[in-house]
């Protein structure tokens, strides 16, 4: 891919930011990840990729942090979701090392601050199924990891809404 700063019709400043997203968001090794490449100055292995629109360009842009900040002359915001970003990945890699206790029942929970998290077995269909306090999670999963890893995400999709 090559480099936009230098191609004629490409507007350097203007656009807007959409989103923020993590290429290993679901926490996969680093040698399993598919980075991306940034669309406007074509530097590899973009780990935190920003989505960037322009009222005159038809596409949006997927960029890096300095291509970001640059184009949509923020330079705050651009670099702030990507902290956030990172803030999340550590909390995800802390919560894997959390010690789930085990029930009487064969259930394992977790104690959080004012709130009880709860992995249970749903012995019809021998999968794996979560609750956070009294909200009973939709979704079965195969394994342990999985579930942990469901309620890691139910926390911070209530943290978003304002609910926990």
Not at 50 to 67: E, K
Not at 74 to 89: A, F, G, H, M, S
Not at 104 to 127: A, P, S, T, V
């Amino acid at each position: 891919m090559g480099n936009h700063w230098n191609q004629q019709g490409i507007p350097h400043k203007g656009w807007s930011l959409e989103d923020v997203f993590d290429v290993r968001e679901d926490g996969q090794e680093e040698w399993e990840t598919d980075y991306e490449t940034c669309m406007m100055c074509g530097n590899e292995k973009i780990r935190y990729v920003h989505i960037v629109s322009h009222p005159n360009v038809a596409d949006t842009f997927r960029v890096g942090c300095v291509c970001a900040e640059k184009m949509t002359n923020d330079y705050i915001n651009p670099r702030q979701r990507e902290k956030e970003l990172r803030n999340k990945t550590s909390r995800r890699i802390n919560w894997s090392k959390k010690e789930w206790k085990r029930s009487k029942h064969g259930n394992w929970f977790l104690q959080l601050n004012d709130h009880h998290l709860l992995i249970y077995k749903d012995k019809r269909f021998n999968k794996f199924k979560v609750k956070i306090d009294e909200i009973f999670g939709k979704k079965s999963f195969d394994n342990l990891d999985q579930a942990k890893l469901a309620v890691f995400n139910g926390i911070e999709y209530l943290k978003e809404k304002g609910d926990w």
